[in-house]
């Protein structure tokens, strides 16, 4: 009897706590996103599309180590290393990527691949408008994942010469 009791009372806690948050809910203003005619609004963890980010130098934080690559179960990711020297420096590293290609039309958006990079070079942005009706405008490149160099970096990124690579 008295467990019966006892469950009947944490039944109308558990209820009367569950209302109270719906209550609570209810007396806060309605959030009305205005996507496409205003920005939409994303969680910080949001996984959007991908960029590449670069060191407080401006450096590429890629340094074509291709465990991104290897972890990606969509085998979606494409490099193409190649080695920095005294005339092309790209990156901290040895190496860097001198081609990075990612097929939205397999990525699946799992961050497997940001999760594999030991130099956190590779992350989830909060872009979204990667829709197409054709597949070979999917495949993402480098250039256009690259984070600009970010203001105040000491410009140590040495342009690349004709006919380096
Ligand atoms: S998010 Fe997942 S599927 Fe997409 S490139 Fe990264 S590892 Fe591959
Ligand atoms: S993005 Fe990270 S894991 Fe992928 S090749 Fe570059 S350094 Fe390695």
């Given amino acids: ?3 019966k009791i006892q469950e009947v009372l944490g039944s109308a806690a558990a209820i009367a ?10 007396l806060q203003p309605t959030i009305t996103e205005d996507y ?3 920005p939409a609004l994303f969680q910080e963890r949001y996984r959007g599309s991908h960029e590449l980010q670069r060191d407080e130098n401006g450096m590429e934080k890629c340094v074509a180590c291709f465990l991104c690559a290897a972890a990606c179960p969509a085998e979606c990711i494409y490099i193409e290393a190649a080695e920095n020297t005294d005339k092309l420096r790209m990156s901290g590293g040895e190496r860097y990527a001198s ?3 990612i097929d939205y039309s397999r ?16 992350t989830h942005g909060h872009g979204f408008e990667q829709a197409s009706y054709n597949t070979s405008t999917l495949i993402i490149r480098k250039e256009k994942m ?3 160099i970010p203001e105040g970096a000491k410009q140590q990124v040495l342009e690349p010469v004709a006919g380096a690579h």
């Fill in 146 to 148: 690259l984070v600009a």
């Fill in 17 to 26: 706590k569950g209302m109270g948050i719906t209550f609570r809910e209810m």
């Fill in 107 to 122: 990525c699946i958006f799992c961050g497997y691949c940001v999760e594999a990079c030991p130099t956190d070079a590779i």
């Fill in 36 to 38: 496409p005619d205003g």
């Fill in 99 to 101: 081609v990075y290609n």
């Fill in 1 to 3: 009897m008295a467990s």
